[in-house]
């Protein structure tokens, strides 16, 4: 069964440190891995996007990495900003006959001043 | 920039009464996506269209139903609307019909059903 599944749930931090959010899919077969910024009430933003060969890709002072041998996805935030609070979606395509997007339930990350 | 808007942030309504909400995307893009949002689930794809008048069933397409006559504007029908339809509908565009191109998301539309 394709499933993407999240860790944490929910994360608080302070101001100025960094965290990495985990994501775990058993999508196949692959195509794609987003990871996707959503503020409260407000939809889903697109941070980055990992193909099969790449391995890590960077939007300013997000980091997304791709192991696709172990399936795993991982987004670190450097030096977090107050506006960095809002959830976060790992989100995985495949290629099953057509085009296939699974989303995770996502991250919920607070981060206070 | 990709642009989606959504007819209305929050609607309350009546158990029974037939739901429309709107979407309109101003960016020619081909596929249109209807998805609800409920706390601890991942979004889930209720109805996606690839072309004009074209529909296709997501994964829990059941109570829904769908319109697209014009390429900006995809419309979600709750045909009788039930307490268990309360959630977050969003909507959202791609470019290319067939392929897994970004998904542009619009506000969302927070529903609920009395």
């Known amino acids: 069964k394709n499933q993407v599944e999240q860790s944490p749930q929910s994360l608080i931090i302070l101001e100025g440190k960094n965290c990495t959010l985990q994501c775990n899919y058993t999508v196949s077969p692959f195509s794609n891995l987003r990871w996707y910024k959503q503020d409260t009430g407000r939809g889903p933003v697109s941070l980055t996007i990992?193909?099969?060969?790449?391995n890590t890709k960077s939007n300013g002072r997000y980091t997304a990495t791709l192991d696709a041998d172990t399936k795993q996805s991982s987004l670190h935030i450097t030096a977090s900003q107050l506006s960095d609070s809002a959830s976060y979606i790992c989100v995985v395509s495949a290629f099953t006959g057509g085009f296939k997007t699974i989303f995770g339930a996502g991250t919920r990350l607070f981060v206070k001043a | 920039d990709v642009k989606v808007t959504q007819s209305s942030r929050y609607l309350v309504k009546r158990t029974g009464e037939k739901v429309f909400l709107e979407c309109v995307q101003d960016?020619?893009?081909?596929?249109m996506f209807w998805y609800r949002q409920d706390p601890g689930l991942g979004l889930r794809l209720i109805y996606f269209?690839?072309?004009?008048?074209?529909?296709e069933k997501g994964d829990i397409p059941e109570g829904y139903s769908v319109s697209r006559e014009k390429k900006e504007r995809f419309s979600l029908i709750l045909e009788s609307a039930s307490t268990n339809q309360t959630s977050m509908y969003l909507c959202?565009?791609?470019?290319?019909?067939?392929?897994?191109?970004?998904?542009?998301f619009g506000p969302g539309t927070r529903l609920t059903v009395l």
């Open positions: 960016m020619d893009h081909e596929n």
């Open positions: 269209s690839y072309d004009v008048k074209m529909k």
């Open positions: 990992m193909t099969f060969s790449e």
């Open positions: 959202a565009s791609s470019l290319r019909r067939g392929s897994t191109d970004t998904q542009y």
